[in-house]
Each structure stands twice: as C-alpha cells, then as structure tokens.
C-alpha cells in the first residue's frame, strides 16, 4: 500500500461533481505534481487530503491509517497557500515558530528549530521582519518555512508560485525541490503551468473535470500522451484530426493523432529518403534556442521545431522541404 | 463539529439582535394604533397626515433635501472628478475636508453659523427668511459632504476616469460634454445611492432647522412629541419607512450599477 | 452613516509641467467646493474656536475656558463621556459579534445582505424618531412595560429604570451604533482570509487558538478604531438625547443646544468654550480612528 493512498474519492457542492471517483497513490519521499486547468479539481483533492473538506464519498489513508474523518489539527499535514497566508499580526519567526508554540514546545527549543528551518530557506537574518516588509518570494519562503518546521508527514503545495515573478519563481522552484530533496518528504504539488510540473516532479497526475486523465513519471506524460487532452494540455503538440492523418500520412486511425514538433525531422528538398512527404514553409516563430516552422503539406499545417544553430540555417518562408516522422513519434491519442 | 457550534451561535446572535431591532419597531407600531381606545385603527395616522402643519414641514424637508441633494452634487461631483483628473494630489486634503462634518458635531457647525452669519455680522444671512433657507441647505450639503463625496468618488474611482476623458477629448468634446455625456452616466448610481442617503439624513434632521428656526419635519416632530401621545409613534414609522426606501432604493441603483458594470 | 474604507492608490502623475495660466485654471476646477468649504465649514467653526479664547470684547482671556471647570459643566462633559463611552463599548462589542455572525457563521446567504441593509437604515434612523419609539416601547406607557406588568408581573420602573435617564439613553443609542458598527467592521472581518483559519488548523491550533493568537489581533485596531468613531458620533448627538429627555438630562450638547437657544445662561462666549471641548473631544477621537486605520492599512499592504 502507498503511503498516501486516495481510494474512489468523490466531492460534490450541491449538485455540482467536482471530484469523480479519483484514485491516487503516492509513495512516501515522492515529488507528484497535481496538474490541469482551473476548475479540474486538483485543489479540492488537496484539500481532502488536507482536511479543509471532507470528502461526499472514498477514503484517504496515510501510512496505512484511514484519515478521512480526522481534523486537519491532527492531521500532521502541512500546507503552502498560494496568497501565502502569513499571519500578518506575527513576525516571520512568529509565524514559523507558530505550529510549535501550538505544540507548547518550550520555547529554546522553538528558537533552534526556528534557526535551523531559517537557515533551510535562507531567510536568516530576517527573523523580526513583519510579512508585509518582505517581497513576495521571501514571503513564500517563510510559508514553506513554517509548514516545514513542524515535521510534517505530507507537504501541500497549492500553486505557491503563481503569485510569483517569472525569475523567482525559477528560482524558488529550485529550491522548493531541492529542500524536499533533502528532507525525503512526500510531497503534493498543485499547479495549472505544465512547465513547471515537468521540471519538478518525480510523477504527474493530470487532472480534468473531475477525473484522473494520466499518471505517470514527467517524461512519460510529455512525450506519450494517452488523451488527446493531455496532448493539447502539455502544449506544443500537432494534433490531426482523423481525416487530416489519413490525408498526410494515409492512416487510418480511430480519434487523434499527435506529433510532437520536435520530433519531425527536417531534411533537404533534394533527399529521398523513404516515408518522407513534401512540405513548404509558411511561417517561422523564434522561440530562442529553438525556431518553430509551420509547414504546410497536403493541405495540412504542422508545427516543427529545429535547433537554432546559426543565421544560414534558417529556413526561409516559402522553401520546400521534405519532412520525415518515425513511427514511434506518431501517438494515436483518445 | 466547532463548525455547527460557531452556527449555533451565529444564529442566536442574529435572533437576539433582531429581536433588540425589531421589538421597538414592532411596539412602536402597535402603539401607534391604539388612539382609539377600544380597537386597534389608524387614526394616529389619518390625524397626522391631514395635519396641515406636517404637510407643510414635511412639505419644506422635501424641497430642502432637493435641493441639497442637487446643490451637494453640483458641488461635489465636478471637484470629485477634477481630483481624480487633474489634482490627484489634492485628495487627502479634500477628503479630510468632507470627514470634518464627522469629527465636528452639527450643532457646533450651526452655532458657528449663528455666530459668523447673525443679522449684525458682514453677511447677515439670518436676517431674512430666503437667506437662512439658504444657510440651511448649505448645512445640509456640510452634512452630507462625508456620504456624497464618498459615494462618489468610490464610483468615479471604479471606472477609468483619466482613460474615457481622454478618448473623449481626442473625439471633440468639451468639458461641459465630458462631465454630462461620458462620466454622468457612468457614475450615476453612484451618485443616486449618495443622493438618497442624504435625503435620509436630512428629512428628519432636527439640530440644524431647529436652531436655525426654520419650519422642518424636525423640530415639528419634536413637538409634537412633547405635546402628544399617539401621533409621535405614528410619525417614527413614516420616518422609518422613509429612511428605509431611501436605503432600499439605494440597494436597487447599487445593483443596477453592479449589473450594468458586469455587462460591459 | 455608511463608512467604507478607502484604500489610496498611488496618485497618478497629472500631465507634466504647464504654463503658469494652465496651472491656475487647474486649481480653478476644486475653487467653488474649497470656498463652499471655507464659508460653511472651517470659518464658522474656526471662529468658535477663537471666541473661546475671549471676552466680550474681543479681547484675548482664558476665562471662558477656565470656567468650563465648574461642577456643572464638568458633570455634563462626565455625563456625555459615559454615555459616548459606554455605547460606543457595548456597540462595538455587539455589532463585532453580529458582523461576525452575519459574515463568517456559515449562515444562509441572504443573511448578510439582508443585515447590511437594515444596518444602513437603522443606523440613520437616529434623532427624533428614534426616541419616539423607545418612548413607544420602554416608556413609562410604552408597549414592552406595559406587557412586562400585564404578563410577568414585572415593574419595570419599580427597578429604578427610566428611559429618560442614562441606562435609558445609553440604550437608545444602542439602536444606531450597533449598526453603525457592523457597517464600518464588514470590511474589515471580509479583509480576513480563510487561508489564515486553515493555516493555524494545518499547523495544530485550533478554533479557540487562532482567534485569540490570530483574529483578534489582526481585528483589534479595527475594532478599536471604529469605536473610537463610535464616541465621537454619540458625543455630538443631540436630536435623539433632547427628543427623549428634552433638558432633564445634563449632558453637553443639550447644555450647548439651550445655551444657544439662550434659555439658561446666556453667555456667549461660554457657548464657545463649550463648542471647543466638543471639538476637542470628538476630534481626538477621530483623529485615533484615523491613526488606527491608517496604521492597519500599512499592515495590510
């Protein structure tokens, strides 16, 4: 049995299924990332597991333990809200040494753990600061901080890094996994950013309406989409319909194909290699290290993407190419 | 479980409070019908209401909430808007000067009229029954100044003054157009929801008209009460009722506002 | 009185430098309300504030001040301070616990608006209709005393009560500072995020923790603040006090209100000395709302 073990869990407001027979299992020291569109559920569950809400039907165990019907104060689960939810009354080693005051720890001891928890997010130094004098990743910081301080037994994240700059939340990304890394916690990772996801989770769940789409390690999610919407959702696929397959490779396949644009092969007008079909360049994005052509051939636009090696590479609009895609690139997706 | 007990509580804090609402309304009313002293009627009313002296004090509240709700606006809605144009830097000023009519109680402010208008001083505007009907609606705009610029500005500040000023000057308009064509519309339930919380606050006001000695619902409430016995509980319901369609107008033109808002 | 806190948005950069003709026709726009305001507001009460500091003849004194500290006057300020005092105390306690209970106690929706509502009309419906009714109801004739005795067997003016006296008008102001309070404290109790009630319960603390070390805290300049305005609107209050008890009770806007009306003392210059311990009075009070206000502000930011 996992160590985090959601059997056949439903939640229902009203009328309204947020939540539909979801099964989730997560070993203990794991990195699972919760993923999908606003509205799929990903945070009602986390909240199940939380204790914030409880759930219309199913069970939650950890360690074994059924934990369904517990309090979140018994719980031991800690949690990292999105808005930070710093208590702005208390000062950030007050708001740390809260869940241990909590604990009637006495209070030397709070001081150490505080000191150490500090030294882990590297805040040290900004003990008497009041939340609203730190800037908004700092906050986080101490967030994480306090729900780490107490030894939790699972870690939630809901989307702590949305609020974020772009350049911190890179940087805080980072540390967040690193820190996890290191302590061994189990750990539950809500967003909607398919990037952040991929770079930091030992698996994913990909969530919609309801209802578990895909679960599997990073790389198997990104490149071996099984729905066409987990397809659409990791971004970047080419998606053909089943007319427009059969009209550029003379498939015949039962609902989506999708191709990732990194996985078609460019190759000069002149080469006749077997399998490959002509195209020509309507358009070209530069995505940095990366130039995305659109090519259009047998009345089908693909997106394609080359390495951008150097100026005389590129490929100018209106060229004919010849584009090649192996067989193990091609996904028939529901 | 803590949650139902909070709900419990909730609950008999809303009961007990009603309760201290409601009794004194409800006893109020029911006095109200007792003039007749064998049945319950509404004599108490019928006798209030084809009193000639509340048709004319009523009357004269009326005509002063008017036009102290239009002076009021004319007067705060432009300065409203000019500070959110022109003179942002302003506004802690102007909006400590509308807070002073809280902070400075009424009967101070009238006092000072007394004393800075009398009919010796350079301005006697005491001295004549126009000029102190005018003194009382400037009284009255003091009055609302904290309610109206609120309203107001809170409506100007939602939407985008600076933006449709300039969109509208780029297309033509003047001034006079800008004000009355593009932010008018704009704020107007702001401005309605203002205008009837005045008209509350200034139909029964008694410091005011009664130290100016001017013919208002006020100081004629006030005497009656000290004159009769069922008539007074009468009139504290139509005073009541008055405050709360001007409260529940004011929920409408809020609404509306909100509806209108969304749609765009 | 319907206070919403406002929050300031950085002032936006009016349109660069001008020519000087441009920047007088700018500060023409605010000259008719900074003039209405002049005439109507600061200059009357600013010559309040001057002849309180002098005699009949325009000559400077601290007489008139000085005798404010009679027996008499100095109970009537009491009087007020207590009446202020208490009802802006009890009105800030309950309309706390009403908010609190129309806004977080999980009651039905139409709860709230509902209450909001009535506590915009209840809140202006002070001065004289208000007095009509609690004399309508706990009077000497009133509805509620005469059931008490019809039913109960109670004498309620047997106890010592009257509604003419100081329990009577301290709850009579009851009835517009209580919904004054849940009107000004709504945003307050909406300013409080259930990330915060959720955080305290995942780190261990429960219900009662998080209100004492948390809540309350985090209210308590609001709530102070508010009652300090609390104060300042019972202290100025007259219409209410002078409908229910006409000139029987001593407290010092009715002094102010007869002593204009020139049935006592006619005095003028007292009159001054009073109006000032008014201001003085009402606007330390507001001056710490302001300050408590400004200052949770900065905390939220």
């Known amino acids: 049995m996992a160590f985090l073990d959601i059997k056949q869990i439903n939640k229902r407001f009203g009328t309204q299924q947020v939540v539909c027979d979801m099964d989730i299992a997560i070993e203990r020291g794991e990195f699972v990332t919760f993923l999908g569109p606003s509205g799929c559920g990903k945070t009602t569950v986390l909240r199940m597991i939380a204790g914030f809400e409880a759930p219309t039907a199913g069970a939650i165990c ?34 740390i040494g809260f869940g241990l005051k909590v604990r009637k720890l006495p209070r030397r001891e709070i001081a150490a753990k505080v000191a150490e928890v500090l030294r882990l997010v590297e805040l040290n130094g900004k003990e008497g600061h009041y939340p609203h004098e730190l800037s908004g990743g700092q906050r986080q910081r101490v967030a994480l901080a306090r729900a780490l301080v107490v030894e939790p037994k699972i870690l939630l994240l809901d989307e702590p890094l949305s609020a974020l700059d772009a350049r911190i939340r890179k940087n805080l990304r980072e540390q967040i996994r690193d820190i996890q890394r290191r302590l061994q916690l189990t750990t539950v990772f809500v967003t909607h950013d398919q990037e952040e996801a991929l770079t930091m989770s030992d698996r994913i769940y990909v969530m919609n309406q309801g209802k578990v789409e895909q679960h599997g390690t990073a790389e198997e ?48 007008a002149g080469s006749h290699e077997l399998g490959t079909f ?36 590129l490929l100018p609009v209106g060229a004919s190419v010849r584009l090649q895609i192996s067989d193990d690139d091609m996904r028939v997706v529901r | ?81 000019w500070i959110q144009l022109k003179l942002p830097r302003l506004r802690a000023v102007v909006e400590f000067i509308t807070l002073l009519p809280l902070v400075i109680p009424a009967i101070v402010i009238v006092f ?76 107007k339930s702001a401005i309605l929801s203002g205008a009837f919380l005045t008209f509350a606050v200034v139909i029964g006001e008694f410091t005011m008209a009664s130290l100016l000695s001017r013919p208002a619902f006020g100081p004629y409430l006030q005497l009656i009460g000290a004159n009769r016995a069922y008539e007074p509980a009468a009139l504290a319901i139509i005073a009541f009722l008055v405050t709360w369609a001007s409260m529940g107008l004011i929920q409408v033109f809020a609404r509306n506002g909100r509806a209108k808002r969304k749609a765009a | 009185m319907a206070i919403t806190d406002t929050v300031d948005e950085p002032a936006a950069v009016s349109g660069g430098t001008r020519p000087r003709a441009g920047q007088f026709l700018t500060w023409l726009g605010v000259a008719p309300f900074m003039i209405f305001a002049l005439l109507f507001l600061i200059l009357p ?110 004498d309620l003016y047997g106890t010592g009560f009257s509604i003419l006296s100081f329990t009577g008008l301290t709850l009579t102001y009851l009835y517009f500072q209580i919904p004054l309070m849940v009107l000004i404290i709504a945003p307050a109790i909406d300013g409080m995020k259930t990330e915060w009630r959720e955080a305290c319960e995942s780190l261990g603390g429960s219900g009662w923790y998080f209100w004492w070390h948390v809540a309350l805290p985090i209210l308590f300049p609001s709530i102070l603040g508010s009652a300090l305005l609390l104060f300042a609107n019972a202290f100025g209050a007259v219409a209410t006090a002078y409908a229910l008890t006409g000139s029987s009770l001593n407290i010092v806007p009715i002094l102010l209100f ?24 009402t606007g330390l009070s507001n001056a710490g709302y302001i300050w408590l206000r400004a200052r949770t502000e900065r905390g939220r930011a």
Do not use: C
Not at chain 3, 258 to 281: F, T
């Open chain 1, 62 to 95: 950890v360690g074994g333990q059924d934990i369904t019907a517990q309090s979140p104060q018994k719980r031991g689960i800690g949690i990292v809200f999105q808005n930070y939810a710093l208590f702005p009354n208390l000062t950030v080693e007050q708001n």
């Open chain 1, 221 to 268: 999610i990104y490149t071996q989409p099984e729905t066409e919407f987990v397809a659409r959702f990791m971004g970047n696929y080419n998606l053909l319909k089943a007319e427009e397959a059969h009209q550029l490779l003379g498939l015949q396949i039962d609902g989506h194909m999708a191709i990732r644009p990194e996985s078609i092969h460019v190759l000069s």
């Open chain 1, 278 to 313: 002509e195209g020509v360049i309507r358009r070209h994005q530069l995505l940095g290290g990366v130039i995305r052509y659109q090519v259009e051939s047998r009345g089908v636009a693909l997106w394609v993407d080359r390495l951008n090696r150097n100026v005389a590479d």
């Open chain 2, 1 to 81: 479980m803590t949650r139902t007990t909070s709900r419990i509580g909730a609950w008999i804090a809303m009961i007990v409070g009603s309760l201290y609402f409601l009794l004194p309304l409800a006893a109020t009313f029911l006095f109200s019908l007792k003039m007749r002293r064998d049945a319950l009627s509404f004599d108490a009313y019928k006798v209030v209401l084809t009193d000639p002296q509340f048709q004319a004090t009523f009357g004269y509240s009326t005509l002063m909430a008017v036009l102290t709700i239009v002076s009021g606006i004319v007067l705060v809605a432009p300065t409203a808007f």
């Open chain 2, 112 to 187: 000072g009229y007394l004393k800075m208008y009398n009919s010796s001083a350079w301005l006697p505007l005491t001295a004549h029954e126009r000029s102190t009907d005018f003194l009382l609606v400037a009284s009255y705009v003091t009055l609302s100044l904290p309610y109206l610029y609120r309203s107001i500005d809170t409506g100007l500040r939602a939407v985008d003054v600076r933006g449709l000023t300039e969109a509208a000057q780029s297309l033509g308009a003047g001034w006079g157009g800008i004000l009355l064509k593009v932010i008018l519309p704009n704020v």
């Open chain 3, 45 to 154: 009460t600013a010559q309040l504030m001057v002849g309180a500091f002098q005699d009949a003849q325009g000559h400077f004194t601290l007489n008139n001040i000085a005798r404010l500290f009679t027996d008499d006057i100095l109970s009537a300020y009491w009087i007020s301070f207590k009446v202020s005092f208490v009802s802006a105390a009890t009105g800030a306690v309950l309309g706390l616990i009403l908010a609190l209970a129309a806004i977080q106690g999980g009651l039905p929706a139409w709860v709230r608006p509902t209450l909001m509502t009535f506590s915009g009309v209840a809140s202006n419906f002070a001065g004289v209709p208000l007095a009509f009714a609690f004399l309508a109801t706990l009077g000497r004739i009133g509805l509620l005393t005469a059931l008490l005795r019809q039913y109960l067997d109670f």
């Open chain 3, 258 to 281: 007869a002593q204009i009306r020139g049935d006592v003392l006619h005095d003028q210059n007292l009159g001054y000395a009073l109006a000032l311990g008014m201001i003085v009075v």
